[in-house]
């Protein structure tokens, strides 16, 4: 039987929304889960965005930096670099794409 | 932050590291890198334990394996070595079928596998027979030259024996193999490739052997080579001198070298013009010799009945006896060496 759940959805934009997460301000692993939650997506998983930002790092998409903190550990900060927002950039514009090519698809049925 | 979570966090880290233990040991230590901070955030925030708030660490490795990439992202190297065989494999067999549906038509069929799986028993006869033949040439220890009956020692009963016997196994072998286990499958497919190769290196020496026997068993050695003079007897055992040998075209016979060693008067020479040679050059050289009897030779043909026999008898047959009776009648150089 055919499903659609957000988990699955998140699946294929969780960089491009941990990207959009970074597009304005720097943060560490927790902070950008929070930030996500607190824009809606509540279904995301804490090894979903670890993992992700990992990946992304990998890829050449993002650059750290160490801060020391007073009241705990010392933090790694992710920033996007310049192939970072030009990766947000264009995936920002699939998924405008995409988006609008669904919300057309089930406007035209009376479902939205 | 205090012990209790330092203590859970690392108890935390440890149990996803073992739910990781697939990955190699850098990509692992690589991913898990900022783990232990990374919780250490999430523990800050203070609500419950982090299995309370973050599930099992073997569904936490699990969903940071999955968004991570690690599967089939970044794979361990013998996994990518069976990848890039996987790859050639597949490379190969995808031009394999390409072929098979090109070349089907040159046999009337829509692929040439079609055609080809016809000939199936047709191969498996053959693979008996060259069975047999390796089987034969390997028992006879190659003593033989390689025919086309498997020959044990020589023997035809033994060798159409054994082709029989070795064709109906491979026919048996042939039917069995279609559905045998991948394992003795490949076991047969290989030693049908050991046979495929001795049998075509056989193949070969057979037929460059065939080709040149033409050539090998010509003897170009001239039994006359040694040859140096020439003595004709008649049927008596009287030495013929003066006799001229022809062939069957009237060409005067060649042998020997016109030359006499006399061991007194050193060297003679004989030679007169070349058609006027005759035999023997050296009549003191001959092998046989009559005891001293030339007298009696020239007399009326009525005379050798009585005169003869006796002498004929002890000179004419037997090189070893006449030999010993021209010894004993003078002492003769029998080799001019």
Redesign the interface.
Known sequence: MLRVDTTQLL?GV?DLAVLAALRDEDG????ILRRLRASGLEDV????????L??LF?AGFLNTYVVPSD??????YYALNAAGRAELERSGKIWHEFASTMDDLLRERGMA | MNDTDTDQITAYVEAVRAALSGLPDATRDELLEDLPEHLAEVAADDVGTLVDRLGPPSVYAAELLASAGYVGGFPDPPAARTDHLAEIRETTLRRLRIADVKTGPLFGYERASDFLVLLRPAWWVLRGYLAAMVLAWTLDGGTQPVGLLPRIGGSEVVAIGLLAVSVWASIWLGRRSLRLAPGPKYALWAGTAVLVLVAMAGFLNADSSTRNSYYTDVDYTDPYSHVQDVFVYDEQGRLIQGARLFDQDGQPIRLGSPYCYDPTQEFSDARPAPNELTYPYCAENAPFRMPRVEKVVPTPTDAPPTAEPSAGASAAPGAERSADASASARPVPSSSR
Request: proline residues 4%; charged residues 35%.
């Open positions: 699946k969780l560490y692993g927790y902070d998983g804490d090894a979903s965005v670890y993992g992700t990992r990946r990998n009241e705990g550990p010392h933090r790694k």
